[in-house]
C-alpha cells in the first residue's frame, strides 16, 4: 500500500526567503506526482502535475521535481511572499491514476 | 470558468438525521471524487466515479454512507443516520480523461458537524 510523508510537518520562514518542501513516498511504480496548496476553510488547489516521465515542472516561482527511483519529490518555492502562507500537500494516484494517496501536508508561515 | 461547486457550505445537524451533500464538477469533467478531511485521518478518499458509475467505494466507511450521480453535472452523499464522529469537512473534486493524467479540481467543501 502506497505510503506518502512530508517533511517538515511545519515551516515558518521570513519573507523572501528560498524553501524547499519535501515529500516521499513508498512505492515508486507512480503515474504522477501533484502538489497541492490548501488554505485554511478552502479546498485544495492543483499547483503543479509531474508526470511519472517527467524530471521537474515549473510555475512561476514554483518548481516542482521528480525522483521516482528514490520515491522523492520536492517543491521549491522562491522568493516566498505572506501570501504563500498554507498548507502544501503532495499526492500519488494508485494505478490508473484515479486514487490518490495524500501526504500530511506542510503547513507553511512566510512572515513579512 | 466555474470550479467544482459544492453545497452547502456548512451543515450542523443533530445525531441520527439525514444529511444530504451536494456537487456539481466541472463541465467536461468525466470523473468526480468524494474524499472525507479530518485532523486525525488527514484526507480520504470516499468513492470515485467515471461516467456517472461508481469505480471504487472502499472508502465508504459503512452503510450509513451512500453516494450517487444521476447525471454528468450533479452528485450527492448521503449519510443516514449521522453519527458525531461523522463530523469532517468533505471535498468533491473532478478531473478530465486526458491524453497524460490530469490534476483533480477541488471545490471548497463542506464543513459538517454532527452534534
Known amino acids: 500500500k502506497q505510503e506518502v510523508t512530508q517533511i517538515p510537518a511545519a515551516l515558518s520562514v521570513p519573507e523572501g526567503e528560498n524553501l524547499v518542501l519535501n515529500c516521499s513516498f513508498t512505492d515508486s511504480a507512480i503515474y504522477n506526482l501533484q502538489w497541492f496548496r490548501q488554505d485554511p476553510g478552502k479546498g485544495l488547489t492543483s499547483l503543479l502535475l509531474?508526470?511519472?516521465?517527467?524530471r521537474e515542472q515549473t510555475s512561476g516561482r514554483l518548481n516542482a521535481s521528480l525522483d521516482k527511483s528514490s520515491g522523492r519529490s520536492t517543491l521549491y518555492i522562491a522568493a516566498s511572499q505572506p501570501g504563500d502562507s498554507a498548507t502544501y500537500l503532495c499526492a500519488v494516484p494508485e494505478t490508473s491514476g484515479s486514487r490518490l494517496t495524500f501526504g500530511e501536508g506542510t503547513q507553511l508561515t512566510v512572515n513579512p | 470558468d466555474a470550479g467544482v461547486i459544492q453545497s452547502p457550505r456548512h451543515e450542523v445537524t443533530e445525531m441520527g438525521q439525514e444529511v444530504t451533500l451536494r456537487c456539481k464538477p466541472i463541465s467536461g469533467h468525466d470523473y468526480l471524487f468524494w474524499y472525507r478531511q479530518t485532523m486525525m485521518r488527514g484526507l480520504e478518499l470516499l468513492i470515485y466515479f467515471n461516467n456517472n458509475v461508481p469505480i471504487d467505494d472502499s472508502g465508504m466507511p459503512e452503510d450509513r454512507f451512500s453516494a450517487k450521480m444521476p447525471n454528468a453535472s450533479f452528485s450527492t452523499l448521503k449519510i443516514q443516520p449521522s453519527e458525531p464522529r461523522d463530523s469532517a469537512v468533505y471535498f468533491c473534486a473532478s478531473r478530465a480523461t486526458g491524453v497524460v493524467n490530469q490534476p483533480q479540481h477541488f471545490g471548497d467543501g463542506t464543513r459538517l458537524s454532527i452534534l
Open positions: 509531474i508526470q511519472s516521465s517527467q
